[in-house]
């Protein structure tokens, strides 16, 4: 089938979400992503689901309680990779005053209609389990929740859903050219492999993320207006810096804030960065500035400094923000804009602009219900109460899904279960199949990783490459070293689907 409703380019996470909402209303919906699934900024994000507290400084409530709001939402529908995690805000004497901070978790609590988050508390710093790991003069701070998130899986999972809705998922596929006809657009996609196909569409969805004004402006051809502005953030990663399932809030002398977390059992994220960004800098990555602003950043806080020495790993991806002209990159709004234009009468071209992840299920529920008009059979929202693939583990308790999955696999090591269970949820079923020992799962390469995972991942997966594979659908890159790493891609190559 080469005809459809919805053609969506880009798939990052909003495309991935317009894609599994417009598909479960019963629309003929192809994506397609010259890359593997969220490789770009969709997995380069803090992870976290959250409000983000410090746009209320922006004045930016209408975002704030949409994503309050959505934080449950999305827990709910993925508990396995999205869980409930609380943030420590130091008091800091000359920076944010006491009541200023206390009034804005106040709000913080009060805007999303919060039901199953704790709400927030006063702490004391000089005390375990903050004594000995924040500096002597932090006394005061307060704690308030949010949540985690593994966000390049919570975009697969919404292409896995979009798919088994009847979406197409291409991965490879560049959409080289793009003309308008009668009833809408033709497209040609390029596959990695040379392979061409020609396919038309009555809609484009242009969710090509940092390139969406590339993509609007081969089809627009007689302007040069642009609304997009690229801003990088980076993080860095080290060792572990603190014990315990709490984070970290600090705020900069810059006004900015960054943060401390917990990172795959044995590291601590930290960041992020936001720099001004133009194509013309080629690949994406953290600059020797950047990794010395968050190192001194953290030794504000920490009483042990950090240096570029204790580094393990770093990644940055760029945020496709809409320009709303504001000077400061940190006070660009976080928001989403949805555009549409009609080149053909009755043929909409709507273009994705920022955005969060925390806000992606909304916004493709907003997108729906602006494309509706185009489309008179289309069916109703439907997003909100349905879990995602593998979040129907019985509720969010977590741990009582891991019970459950310990008796029915008694054979296999906590550790490697956990990581597994948190990965796929319910749909651990599938990734292990009818194995019953740990050898029936096959070669390992480093840690925990199987041979049977990886086959799962290729095969229900869309993936093609060990990054895909170290860096995405799993973190597990950060725990193996480059010979392991390099005989995973050789048996890849040699196991090609």
Request: with cysteine; glycine share 8%.
């Amino acid at each position: 089938m080469n005809e459809f409703d919805l053609l969506i380019i880009g798939g990052g996470i909003n495309g991935s979400a317009i894609a599994r909402d417009a598909a479960g209303r019963g629309l003929k919906v192809l994506l397609s992503e010259k890359d593997d699934l969220a490789s770009h900024t969709s997995s380069s994000s803090t992870k976290l689901i959250h409000g983000g507290l410090r746009y209320l400084e922006h004045y930016e409530f209408k975002l704030v309680r949409e994503a309050l709001i959505e934080r449950e939402v999305l827990l709910r529908a993925a508990p396995h990779i999205i869980w409930p995690m609380r943030f420590v805000l130091p008091y800091d004497e000359g920076l944010r005053p006491a009541w200023m901070l206390r009034l804005g978790l106040f709000l913080y609590d009060s805007l999303g209609g919060r039901k199953e988050l704790p709400g927030t508390k006063t702490v004391r710093l000089d005390q375990a389990p903050h004594k000995g790991v924040l500096e002597k003069r932090l006394q005061k701070g307060f704690e308030y929740s949010d949540c985690w998130v593994e966000d390049a899986r919570l975009v697969v999972l919404n292409a896995i859903d979009a798919n088994a809705r009847g979406a197409e998922i291409l991965t490879g596929s560049f959409v080289s050219k793009i003309e308008r006809t009668e009833n809408g657009y033709s497209a040609l996609l390029t596959r990695n492999s040379g392979e061409k196909r020609q396919v038309t569409a009555k809609c484009i969805v242009n969710t090509a993320g940092p390139w969406v004004d590339e993509v609007l402006l081969s089809v627009k051809r007689n302007t040069n207006e642009k609304s997009l502005r690229l801003v990088k953030g980076s993080h860095i990663v080290t060792h572990r810096l603190f014990e315990g399932d709490h984070s970290y809030i600090f705020q900069n002398q810059d006004n900015r804030i960054i943060f401390a977390i917990p990172y795959e059992n044995e590291f601590t994220l930290i960041g992020t960065t936001d720099v001004p960004y133009t194509h013309a800098e080629g690949p994406v990555k953290i600059s020797d500035e950047e990794i010395e602003y968050l190192c001194n950043a953290a030794n504000e806080y920490f009483e042990k400094d950090i240096s570029a020495d204790d580094v393990k790993w770093t990644y940055s991806g760029v945020r496709p923000l809409y320009d709303d002209k504001a000077e400061n990159a940190s006070a660009v709004t976080r928001d989403y804009v949805l555009n549409i234009d009609e080149f053909t009468p009755g043929a909409p071209f709507l273009s994705v602009y920022g955005g969060k992840i925390t806000t992606s299920r909304k916004l493709a529920e907003h997108a729906l219900q602006r494309l509706a008009k185009f489309f008179p059979n289309l069916g109703d929202d439907w997003t909100k109460n349905s879990p995602l693939p593998g979040g129907d583990i019985g509720g969010i308790d977590f741990d009582d899904f891991f019970e459950r999955m310990s008796r029915k696999y008694p054979w296999m090591p906590s550790g490697m279960l956990r990581r597994l269970a948190r990965t796929y949820g319910s749909r651990i079923e599938l990734v292990v199949g009818n194995v019953s020992s740990l050898n029936g799962l096959g070669e390992v390469f480093g840690d925990d990783l199987t041979e049977t995972e990886i086959d799962y991942l290729m095969k229900h997966e869309w993936v093609s490459s060990s990054s895909d594979v170290l860096w995405r659908r799993t973190k597990l890159g950060v725990h193996m070293d480059q010979d392991e790493r390099e005989r995973l891609e050789r048996w890849m190559e040699r196991n090609e689907i």
